[in-house]
C-alpha cells in the first residue's frame, strides 16, 4: 500500500528582492534611507526596512503587549534587540515567513499609517456608475 501524499504547504522564506518587491507595492510607499540601510517609508511616515545583518525585517506593531506575545508565541521567528527594547517593533527572521505572510503584515501596518483618505479610496474601489432611476410611468390624460 502506497504512502499517503503529504499536502505541500508554502515555501517558507522570504529573499531581499521579494522584500523590496513587497514593500514598494503598497500606494504610496517609497524607498529612502534609515539607519544607513534601505527602507520603506508611506508619505513621510516609517514602513518597514531590511536588515542585511541579521536577514529580518523590522515590524512595528500595535503595542508592546501585542510586540510581547509575538515574542513569547513564536521566539524563533520574532525578536528583538537592544535597540528596539522600548519599542512596539518586533524583528522578523525572513526565512521563517512566506511572502503571503510578509504581505499581510505589512498591510495591517499600511491602513495603520496611509492617510486615510487613500485607506478609504483604496476600500471603496473605483467609482460606480449610478444606475439611471427609472421614472413611473405617467398616466395620459
Do not use: C
Not at 478609504?120 to 427609472?134: F, H, L, S, T, V
Amino acid at each position: 500500500m502506497p504512502a499517503a501524499k503529504k499536502k505541500k504547504s508554502a515555501a517558507k522564506g522570504v529573499t531581499p528582492a521579494q522584500f523590496k518587491k513587497i514593500a514598494g507595492s503598497f500606494p504610496e510607499a517609497h524607498e529612502k534611507e534609515s539607519y544607513g540601510n534601505p527602507a520603506f517609508f508611506i508619505a513621510k511616515k516609517f514602513f518597514t526596512r531590511y536588515r542585511k545583518t541579521d536577514d529580518s525585517v523590522v515590524f512595528i506593531v500595535d503595542s508592546m503587549e501585542t510586540r510581547d506575545m509575538m515574542l513569547e508565541l513564536d521566539p524563533k521567528t520574532y525578536f528583538i534587540t537592544d535597540h528596539y527594547k522600548d519599542y512596539p517593533s518586533v524583528l522578523v527572521r525572513m526565512e521563517r515567513i512566506t511572502p503571503d505572510e510578509l504581505k499581510l503584515m505589512l498591510e495591517r501596518r499600511w491602513r495603520q499609517i496611509a492617510p486615510k483618505k487613500l485607506v478609504r479610496a483604496i476600500e471603496d474601489g473605483p467609482a460606480k456608475p449610478q444606475a439611471a432611476k427609472k421614472r413611473p410611468k405617467q398616466r395620459k390624460r
